[in-house]
């Protein structure tokens, strides 16, 4: 059911109670003021007609008697019967004028009260006089003015709810543009707002609804411009795993190269050299020692060559486990630097994969390399175990700590590790510990190593 016929219905009934109200008090004050028409009538009555026909009878015959009361006619609202000795009826008075005809519903006039009321006088003679009040006129007006009453209500009703009707739908006006609004909102049109509306609760709420719409068009902006970034930055990230992986490809051939092709050529320049000072001995001394230095410095090209292939890409990653690794790595490092202790603990699966074993091998081994070239630390501590379902790579030492400069842009060696270590799930962590030196942490989850 509509609002508008709810609030009709509501003025409708609350008019028809009035309407309702008001004719019971008037049949209410009708039956006490027909009530009180019959008792003033019965005293007239008992004190007036007794006493006259008594009077009358005595100064003459029955004959002037009814003349008498032929003059009288009728007495407010009462019949008057006179009866002989025999109870033949002398005398009637006439029926009323009063609305002759007009009648009332049995049961409004039983409303009224009991029974007419009959007083019967007894005269000389054996004569009678019968006074019987009748309120049937007296009704009559009630039922009259109620009527018209109700006429009068039916009228008011009618207005009342014209009035109503039309006040409503001018109120209500209003909301099928809010409706409309709404459902424009819902269909995804946030540019529509709503004109000025009529009244002032309308223009309230067509206000708030303007708001509310320049609210959502906001938030759902914002919303798109956070997927858009998140996208671009997705799209950036996947392209720095791209990146990342060419790099990658690129180092180990790189370091495929330099073993095998370069690694190849310096050894083999080194052993022309040393032929060359085999067989020219003291002959040519010039030559020999020339190419004696030959020799030492493709020696020592060869190791700075097989020092730099594992910054480049462990080539024993396609062969050993990642515990193995970890155990070269820092068996070299610590046969360069003999005054750093150096500690590994490691406790690690069978099979982590490609990109978690090398993301936990650049961990491990930046943290050293920083640790040993920087830190001027004494001692390092290594450890890669399992901690509930995560691999965690953890590097500390006793060194002097990070620099305050050491997060500002241009740093690409700790970030790009988080980096490395995000792509994979996990968190990165470094920062320095008390009372000296840096922790590195990474947390990769083993989902990711599977």
Known sequence: MKLRTRLNLVVSGLTAAFVV?????????ARTWVSEEIEAANRVALQLLGPLASMQLASGSPEQLVRFLEGLGRVRAHDIVLRGPSGETLYESP???YKAGREVPAWFLRYFGSPPARHVFLLPGSLQLVV?????????DVWDDILGLLAGAAVMLLIVNAFAFWTVERTLKPFPVIVDGLERIQRGDLHHRLPPLTGYEANAMGAAFNR?????????????????AE?????RREL?????QRLEEERRLIAHELHDEFGQSVTAIRSLALAIVTQCGQRDPTITDTARLIADEAARLYDAMHGL???????????????????SLVRDWQRRHRSVELSLEQDLPADLGPSVTLAVYRVVQEGLINALRHAQASRVDIRVCCEDDKLVATVTDDGVGLPQEWSRPGHFGLRGLAQRVEHLGGTFEVGNREPRG???????PLTEAA
């Open 95 to 97: 029926p009323a004028t």
């Open 231 to 235: 996208a671009r930055l997705e799209e």
């Open 240 to 244: 720095a795993r791209v990146v990342e």
């Open 309 to 327: 292939i594992p910054r480049l890409a462990p080539l024993s990653l396609d062969t050993l486990a990642l515990a193995e690794i970890l155990e």
């Open 212 to 228: 509310m719409a320049q609210a959502v068009q906001d938030k759902v902006q914002a919303e798109r411009k956070a997927q858009q």
């Open 21 to 29: 109200v008001l004719i019971s008090a008037q049949v209410h004050s």
């Open 438 to 444: 840096v922790r590195l942490r990474a947390e990769i």
């Open 132 to 140: 019987t009040s009748d309120i049937s006129r007296s009704v009559v």
